[in-house]
Structure formats: C-alpha cells, structure tokens
C-alpha cells in the first residue's frame, strides 16, 4: 500500500480499476475469461475482476480456484427452436439484467467484457449505454449472445476470421499462462512420471473436453490391445460419470485411464499426439503448445467445432476425422502409424505452433484497458 492506503500501481486519487467478465457455463467460456483476468492483474496489479456466473457453471469451480470473486446472476438460455420457454424469455431477461446492473454498480465496473453464453446477454444488455462493453467470441461462428453485444460494444475481437461478427479484430482465443509458457520437452519426463506412463515409448493423448467423448472412448479401448502391441502408451481421459475396460498386453506401455485431468498441462507435455474434440479452446490450447493432433469433431451445433479446427488442418498441425468414422479401426489404420512417425509429427508439431496465438491474453488486456480509459 501507498502513503495514502492505495495499492501500489493505482494512480493517486483514482480508484482501482474494476473488471467485470462475463464467461459463464462451459470451459471454453470460463477459461478465456481467467486468462485475460490473470493477464489485466499482471499489467494492473491493483485492478479488481470479478467474474459473472450462474449456479449451475462450471465457473463455480474455476473461478474459485483461481482467487477471483464470483457473482451469480439468472441464466437467460435462448431456446433454438419455438417453444413455451420462448414465451418466458422477456420475464427471465428482465430479472437477470435487473440483477446484473446491481452487480455492475456493486463493483463499481470500469469495462465489461463478455465471452458468449449464457451469462453475456444479461451482462450486455445491463451495460449497454453504462458501462464499455469488449466482446470476444472464440468460436469460429459466433453465438447469439455476442451478435447482440457486438452491435453496441467498443471493441469486438474473434479468435478466427470470419465468426460472424462485423469488423471484429483477430486476435486469438486468451490462454493461461501455464499453457502459452509450457515447454513440453523439458517437462516430458516429469509430466509422464506424473501419470505412471512409459519413460520413452510414443505416446497418445486422448480426451473428449470435461464430460469425456462416447466415440473416442469406444474406439480406444476397442483398439487398446492393438496400441499396446504397437508400442504406444496412452493417457485417457474418459470422463467423470464415463468408464472404459481396457485389456492391457502384458509388458506393453501403459495405457492410463481417468476421469478427469486436472493438469492439463502435464497432460500436453506427456503426449506425442492428440486424439480430442475440437472446441475452440481445445485448438487453441493445440496449437499453443504445438502438439500434432487429430481432432474429431462433435457431430452436433452448427458445425463450429469442424470450422474450429480447419485452420491447424490446412496448416498441416492436424488431421480431421469425422464422429463416425472414429472406430477402432481406424484408430489401428490411421492413429497407430501416426503414432510411430516421428519425423511426421515433428513436421506437424511446427505446423501446429505456427498457427497458434500465444500472446491473445495480453493483446486482450491492452485493449480492455484502453476501452476503459485506463
């Protein structure tokens, strides 16, 4: 603290900056809200962020996690096709944007920024015309949410060209820290003893986002013997409320299983390759830490997340493979001699760094400040 009770950083006379993000329901709205909070207290020290959720998010485990306070506002889901709930949305926006506005006013909020989701359209229509608004939206086609924040925001930023939104600004999606620092080689070692797997053999990664992924999780364990006679370890992701019975071959690399990882960046470190989904902050997270990947696309939504991964693809970082053509089999045809090629993944893993956006959290730091006037 300063002579006068301030924290060091903050200008004499001035209040903190106060930071409001909106990010709430899945980890690919959460994490990117945490990377630029942790991106804003490195630049501004003395800035406060508070994070906009709702009860059910999985934000009322992350955020905590990361030392920002947590305020729960009504969520405002927009039903995809006409129904009874459409009739209740005006009560529902109403309350929760009556809500929102009182957290704004509580936090004193010097800027606004909004990921998509449930939690941003509250969030924008409780700022607008109060608060400076920043959008980002990670996905390659934007969501409801942020067409409407970007129409009266003063920045709009997007992960990848062509989201949808007007005069949006690429940027990248903001990552944590511990993955745009991470060096998979020095870690390797220690990221494998972590997870009880193979010293040295080749090493696949395979995960479907937090829940886990029905599909990779029947075409790896029905492919489990054929890797271990291969030669290749796994590590298996398969979801908390999810199990997968693997018939290991003896003396064979390990094939780990488990519900959820928690050190994603261990896991990243630990791998040759990944065989995953391809939401946006799971190819951005690739392509950060240059890990080769197949990605094999959730074969629901619009189609974002096959959009999501064609940039790494056409780079040559990655291959795509549809939801019904990931069996077993083709995990023994195409995953396993992947799996061995090691100049062939040394070529994607380069591919793969070169179209990855490191530094979006910081870009997106400096621009939050500047929109609030800071």
């Known amino acids: 603290m300063n002579a006068v009770g301030q924290p060091y950083g903050a200008p004499m006379g001035r209040k903190p900056l106060s930071v409001v993000v909106a990010g709430g329901g899945t980890a690919g709205h959460v994490e990117p809200a945490l990377a630029l909070a942790d991106a804003v207290r490195r630049l501004r020290p003395d800035a406060r962020v508070t994070a906009l959720g ?21 969520p405002v889901p927009m039903p995809r096709k006409p129904n009874a709930d459409m009739l209740k949305l005006p009560l529902k926006v109403r309350e929760s944007v009556k809500q929102t506005r009182e957290v704004l006013d509580k936090v004193g909020a010097d800027v606004v920024v909004g990921f998509g989701g449930y939690v941003s359209l509250p969030a924008y229509l409780a700022a607008r015309g109060r608060t400076p608004i920043v959008v980002h939206e990670a996905n390659a086609r934007a969501g409801l949410a942020n067409k409407v924040g970007a129409k009266f925001a003063a920045r709009v930023l997007s992960a ?77 992701a398969h979801g908390p409320k999810n199990s997968v019975a693997i018939q290991q071959v003896p003396a064979a690399p390990v094939y780990r299983t488990v519900p959820y990882l928690e050190r994603m960046d261990l896991a990243y470190a630990a791998a040759d390759l990944v065989v995953c989904r391809s ?24 189609g974002e997340q096959a959009l999501n991964a064609q940039p790494v693809v056409s780079a040559g970082g990655a291959r795509l493979i549809s939801d019904e053509e990931t069996t077993p089999q083709r995990v023994i045809d195409e995953i396993i001699p992947l799996a061995l090629d090691a100049p062939r993944l040394q070529a994607m893993s380069r591919a793969t760094m070169g179209s990855g956006h490191r530094e979006a959290d910081q870009v997106l730091a400096r621009i939050v400040l500047e929109v609030a006037g800071r």
């Open 54 to 74: 709702t009860e059910r998010g999985l934000e009322n485990r992350l955020v905590p996690q990361r030392g920002y306070p947590l305020e729960l506002i009504p």
């Open 160 to 236: 990848t060209p062509d989201s949808g939104l007007s005069g949006a600004q690429t940027i990248g999606i903001p990552l944590r820290e511990s993955i745009t620092t991470l060096d998979r080689w020095q870690l390797r070692m220690q990221a494998r003893q972590f997870f009880g797997l193979h010293p040295h053999a080749p090493t696949v990664l395979v995960f479907g986002g937090s829940q886990g992924a029905q599909t990779l999780n029947t075409a790896f364990s029905g492919a489990a013997e054929a890797l271990g006679r291969a030669g290749i370890g796994v590590l298996h």
């Open 279 to 302: 939401g946006a902050m799971t190819v951005a997270e690739v392509s950060a830490v240059g890990l080769p990947a197949v990605f094999v696309p959730l074969p629901h939504g619009n």
